[in-house]
């Protein structure tokens, strides 16, 4: 936590207590100890306990692979966290770089291995250009940072829990704040420990062992391999011997069918989780009632010749007595439910994930067709064009992938034919030789940006008027008065071109039609913008399914939503009103009244962090991990909702988006400041 709320800290301490006896050997079963360490690792995380967190969710992998050993690191850590957070303290010590204990180097599933270290060799490549580019430091920081949190995500999706730790670490040292204010220090901070990370893929018991030296990088040995980067395995040709690296084909409908019925299963599960609690609870009604016949009988007292037959007494005795086994055994049974929608959750939850994880892809396969074309076209063009990309590591839907393709490849032809100059014509206009189009993808909440954009000679707009003129696309009063939006708007008209002459590649007035439509399908839109002599610009949204993400359950009012975990930066309890924290409802359009908790957004965006927005929330809940669906048109419209979740009993939750939730905070906390008295501000 980078502050210490007391009142959390206080809850943490007394969740940490109730689950340490779980966790001690004399008391200790496994279903029981998992629940337990599942339980501490969600707690942990919405107090803002990151390290607590991440160390139990690395015992708590161990422990479901059966090393008994688990237990007992995860009662001294947690012994630690009770101590540390009662004398004012974070949970964990700070060890960064020198390995906590209990983090051992694990053998991966060989599959997984080969394409997570193709993946981190990439990773690694970008990091050696940014740290020799000597572009704008701040630039090069951010670079740094995006590929350092990308290695963190795939090492924690694989397993690789050395890897994860350390570049969580490094992470931390390179938070935004410090990118913008210091960005020389982070680029240095990286270059340090590059050589370092490299070993961690290849051999990380022995990376493990020199940090655990606490000698800085330069003291490690480690070869300086930032030419070469890591060596990744070599992928092993697959064979019907080789069951470890045998590969199939499996249709994404099929995947689409398995998610479908594991959704089913799902629902099973908290209707298990539904039913254990009324188990649970009628068990406790049953001893409340046993309570009363015991308390009844004392108040009888013993059979006399005038008061209640003795027979009568036995009987209510054998019925105090029958209602206490029958209250245990349904207190037993309540216990077995729930043990079995544990075992549910988890193995739903981790099929779930990997369904999901093999119908993703990442932006860069897009980027890397979209290059091919734009190459083979500049060259059959006689035209020179250096291509650019940003955010190729960005995740989405393979079937979304696939259809982006044909749109964009459209809008990159484009480029090449209307904008990139002949090298002859750019040095002419004192432009380098060499055009340059850049490809860019960004997710804004639901959504995918992606732009293409090049530096030439953009629209001419007079131009554009005149042809809408002759075609009789518009009256000479409307071409007049109409905007430049508008004029480039009509682009997208069939048959309308800029050019005088038609071959292969332009002037048919076909291809933004086509690439219009083609996002149409798919519910999104294409935006143009031009800068006449400097470029233009095409800007692509399309929604995209969200997939399984972790959520943090948030209550406003009567309604419960899910909150995205990674746009959760920080939970703090709330003492006053705070006019700078508005109600999650005002900024939903609703009434508001006071929050209890505050709920600090983390919206990862690439250019410069603006400041720290908050919402008020009544109340917050677990986390959970679960299957994002995509919206309606009606609901989708209303820009706040990042998809659906549909829950064990037939209700529906919507996942709030950070995002759209953002700008509306911010105008309130704006409108607010405006009303007050020039003094106060």
Same mark, same amino acid.
């Given at each position: ?72 690191? #995860? ?109 020389? #220090? ?66 994404? +409908? ?101 369904? %999901? ?59 090449? +034919? ?8 750019? #040095? ?47 009256? @000479?009063?409307?071409?007049? %008065? ?6 480039? %708007? ?52 399309? @929604? ?67 400041? +720290? ?28 909702? +990042? ?26 906390? %704006? ?11």
């Amino acid at each position: 936590m980078t502050e210490s709320d007391p009142e959390l800290s206080r809850l943490l301490i007394q969740e940490l207590t109730i689950h340490l006896a779980a966790l001690e050997r004399d008391e200790r079963d496994g279903p029981r100890a998992l629940r337990a360490l599942h339980a501490l690792k969600g707690s942990a995380s919405v107090a803002g306990e990151r390290d607590l967190a991440a160390a139990l969710d690395r015992l708590s992998r161990r422990a479901r692979e059966g090393d008994d050993s688990a237990f007992d690191g #995860a009662a001294e850590v947690v012994r630690v966290a009770i101590g540390r957070l009662s004398s004012g303290k974070g949970a964990c010590p700070t060890t960064w770089p020198v390995p906590p204990e209990g983090l051992v180097a694990r053998p991966l599933d060989p599959h997984a291995r080969v394409q997570y270290a193709a993946e981190v060799t990439d990773r690694l490549a970008g990091i050696d250009e940014a740290l020799g580019a000597g572009d704008d430091p701040v630039d090069a920081a951010r670079t740094l940072f995006r590929h350092v949190h990308t290695m963190k995500g795939a090492a924690s999706a694989v397993g690789d829990e050395p890897m994860a730790w350390f570049c969580h670490g490094l992470e931390e040292k390179l938070r935004p704040g410090g990118l913008i204010h210091a960005p020389r #220090a982070a680029i240095h901070e990286v270059g340090r420990w590059r050589p370092l990370i490299g070993a961690l893929l290849d051999e990380p018991a022995t990376a493990l062992a020199m940090l655990a030296r606490s000698a800085p990088p330069s003291e490690l040995g480690l070869p300086d391999d930032r030419s070469h980067g890591p060596r990744p395995e070599p992928p092993v040709r697959a064979s019907a011997f080789d069951e470890a690296t045998a590969t199939i084909r499996v249709p994404a +409908a099929d995947v689409d069918r398995l998610l479908d019925r594991l959704d089913v299963i799902d629902l099973a599960r908290e209707r298990i989780a539904s039913r254990s609690e009324r188990g649970r609870e009628s068990a406790d009604a049953v001893r409340k009632l046993r309570t009363s016949l015991v308390d009844a009988l004392r108040q009888i007292g013993a059979p006399r010749p005038w008061g209640p037959p003795a027979a009568a007494l036995q009987h209510v005795e054998g019925v105090a007595r029958a209602l206490e086994a029958f209250g245990d055994e349904l207190d037993a049974a309540s216990a077995r439910l729930r043990t079995t929608e544990q075992m549910l959750r988890d193995g739903v939850a981790e099929a779930k994930k990997q369904l %999901s994880t093999m119908r993703q892809t990442s932006v860069g396969h897009i980027f890397a067709r979209l290059t091919t074309a734009i190459e083979s076209e500049a060259r059959r063009s006689g035209r020179a064009v250096i291509v650019r990309t940003r955010g190729a590591d960005e995740a989405i839907d393979r079937r979304i992938a696939e259809q982006l393709v044909e749109p964009c490849l459209q809008l990159v032809r484009n480029a090449v +034919a209307h904008g990139i100059e002949p090298p002859q014509a750019r #040095a002419a206009l004192g432009k380098v030789p060499s055009g340059t189009i850049a490809l860019v993808a960004r997710k804004i909440g639901n959504r995918l940006r992606l732009t293409i954009a090049d530096d030439g000679a953009g629209v001419d707009l007079v131009n554009v008027r005149a042809r809408a003129l002759a075609a009789s696309l518009v009256t @000479p009063a409307i071409a007049e %008065s109409t905007d430049d939006d508008t004029l480039l %708007s009509l682009l997208f008209f069939p048959g309308f071109s800029t050019r005088e002459t038609t071959d292969l590649l332009a002037g048919r007035g076909i291809g933004l039609d086509i690439a219009r439509a083609g996002v149409q399908r798919m519910g999104g839109a294409i935006t143009l913008s031009s800068r006449a002599g400097e470029g233009f610009s095409a800007r692509v949204e399309v @929604p995209i399914e969200s997939g399984f993400v972790s959520v943090l359950w948030i209550r406003a009012g009567h309604e419960e939503f899910a909150l995205p975990t990674a746009n959760a930066r920080r939970v703090r309890k709330m003492e006053t009103t705070d006019p700078a924290v508005p109600h999650i409802l005002a900024c939903l359009g609703g009434p508001s009244s006071a929050a209890r908790y505050a709920v600090e957004l983390d919206l990862q965006a690439d250019d410069a962090p603006e400041p +720290a927005i908050q919402v008020g929330v009544d109340d917050v809940g677990r986390t959970d991990e679960l299957l994002i669906r995509p919206l309606g048109s009606l609901v989708a419209g209303l820009g706040l909702f +990042a998809g659906a979740i549909v829950r064990g009993d037939g209700s529906l939750r919507l996942a709030i988006d950070a995002s759209a939730l953002a700008p509306r905070a911010r105008a309130l906390i %704006s409108a607010h400041a405006t009303t007050l008295p020039a003094s106060a501000r």
